[in-house]
């Protein structure tokens, strides 16, 4: 192996390893949701906060990303965000709501950091592999999800640390990445003051008025509010239909662990074809038919909808990175469209829990929610078949387009 190689194959390491930490802090307080409402007094509304905040800080975080990473380096900025989820997670560790809520907060703002710096790192570090990173790097983002989603109740059960020191165990997690990533911070530092380091890439305007970016943004918020409105209260779906909250977390972690195929698989699939209409396709449909069978029977039948779910989910977040990429011709449109996609997008997926919470209360049934959802696959199925074209922003239309139009504009007008 060269030495080429082997500093790729570290380097992708590491990005895993970050990636594995940007769902665990925050999937992993579903399956506790129930425990979380007792000991602490309080409602379906306000425990989606616990979901809800971080979220929310992935939206508001993400178009800031960019620019610190221009400014701090994206090695300093990610290691940056590594200190940070560590130090949130053992926040939580205070007995309180504001504590708890605290942390989540700080969590949100590094995943936030981490969400938008991955692509720009495969654009920039793979861009002969963009395909199968991707695919790679969302199978560790859904992988640690599912772990979470499993082991918490479990490991809660097993070592009576309860629900708070259970919690603060990821905070293990993100040190390892943090020892990991530390070599390529110094060696973006050594590079930085040799001067030989890549020149800062031109800073990309006009992309808030590009009608395709707004594409791939509702594409990445409303496959987003899904993920995360089902993954909040799908466990207390399942204990209130009699489930112990065991029970309810291995359902959720079925949906999560079916998602790694579909993570894996779905970036390889879509960068095959110059289009992408085919796995919105079958995104929508996955999803349709998993939530009309929780409809139907969510008993005897419920672990066949969360595999359907699962494999949904894992098409949705794959699919969305994968369109930041291939929608954009460089790491510096990469850069800014992540950022884009990702803030407005987590920001609409941040509403999605406490909506779900507050119409449970509401009505006093889980069909409702679940009704809303499908409803809310419409407007992801339309901008998905806007955003699956094979198009880029900022740069003219191809004119041999596999889907013509005479009527479109020549150009995607960015600027």
């Known amino acids: 192996m060269s030495r080429t190689t082997a500093r790729s194959v570290l380097l992708a390491v590491a990005v895993l390893l970050i990636a594995a930490n940007l769902r665990p802090a925050v999937v992993g307080v579903s399956p506790l949701i129930a425990q979380i409402r007792a000991d602490l007094g309080i409602g379906s509304a306000v425990a989606g906060l616990v979901t809800t905040l971080p979220v929310l800080c992935f939206g ?38 504001a504590t708890l809520l605290l942390g989540s907060m700080l969590a949100g703002v590094a995943i936030a950091i981490g969400n938008t710096l991955m692509p720009v790192v495969v654009k920039r570090d793979f861009p002969h592999r963009t395909g199968l990173m991707t695919g790679a790097y969302s199978t560790m983002i859904s992988g640690g999800g599912a772990v979470a989603a499993a082991v918490m109740v479990p490991i809660e059960d097993a070592t009576g640390l309860g ?39 031109p800073q990309v305007r006009g992309l808030w008025r590009s009608p395709l970016a707004w594409q791939v943004t509702l594409v990445m918020g409303l496959q ?3 993920f995360y409105s089902f993954v909040a209260w799908a466990p207390t779906l399942f204990v209130d239909q009699g489930r112990s909250p065991a029970q309810a977390g291995l359902l959720l972690s079925l949906s999560g662990l079916t998602s790694l195929v579909t993570s894996a698989t779905t970036p390889i ?50 699919l969305g990175l994968t369109l930041i990429t291939l929608r954009s011709p460089d790491a510096a449109h990469t850069s800014e469209l992540s950022g884009m996609a990702q803030g407005v997008g987590y920001v609409v997926a941040a509403t999605g829990p406490f909506a779900l919470g507050a119409i449970h209360d509401a009505t006093g049934s889980w069909t409702w929610p679940v009704v809303t959802l499908l409803v809310l696959l419409v407007p992801l199925g339309l901008a998905g078949l806007g955003a699956a074209r094979d198009r880029q922003v900022g740069t003219p239309a191809r004119p041999d387009d596999a889907r013509p139009d005479p009527t479109r504009e020549a150009t995607e007008p960015i600027a």
């Open 60 to 97: 508001l975080l993400a178009p800031v990303a960019g620019r610190l990473a221009r400014r701090l380096g994206v090695e300093t900025l990610l290691l940056a965000a590594l200190v940070v989820l560590a130090g949130g997670i053992l926040i939580r560790l205070v007995p309180s709501l």
């Open 163 to 201: 629900w708070r020191a259970s919690l603060a165990l990821w905070a293990v997690w993100a040190g390892l990445a943090i020892l990991l990533w530390l070599p390529w911070v110094r060696g973006a530092r050594r590079t930085a003051r040799a001067g030989t380091g890549t020149p800062a890439a």
């Open 224 to 226: 987003s509010l899904q």
């Open 269 to 318: 699939l879509a960068t095959r074809r110059r289009t992408q209409f085919h796995m919105v396709a079958v995104l929508i449909a996955l999803w349709v038919v998993g939530y009309v069978g929780l409809l139907l029977d969510a008993g005897t039948l419920a672990p066949l909808w969360m595999v359907l779910i699962g494999l949904g989910q894992g098409v949705g977040i794959s």
